[in-house]
């Protein structure tokens, strides 16, 4: 996951890819519409962003590194393009799981 999220420009292309191909997915398989698709997707991750956001956080512990004004509970190493391509993986997982359930429910 590490070489996934090595840059910002390789971690954008990597969630761009991977959520193309899930939203190919729903398009393909479950007949949905391009924008139905990209809209439910767009929903999914972002609740799931807020969702994974707190995961393995640790504040700053080290007082040479804190700043005057700087929110002690704020994350020493938040490694943000590593949990975007998470959000992105569990989304796409969300999106496929919610596309199988909807005919069952009659949606």
Known sequence: MHALA???PRTLATVVALAAAFIAVAVGLFKLTV???IALYF?????LLFAILPLRNQPETRAERIVPGQDLGAPALPRMREKAVWT????GAALLA????FPLAGL
Do not use: S
Not at 88 to 91: E, N, Q, V
């Open 98 to 101: 919610a596309l199988a359930v």
């Open 35 to 37: 924008g139905g698709a």
């Open 88 to 91: 992105t993986l569990f989304a």
């Open 6 to 8: 090595r840059t910002t």
């Open 43 to 47: 929903v999914l991750w972002w609740t």
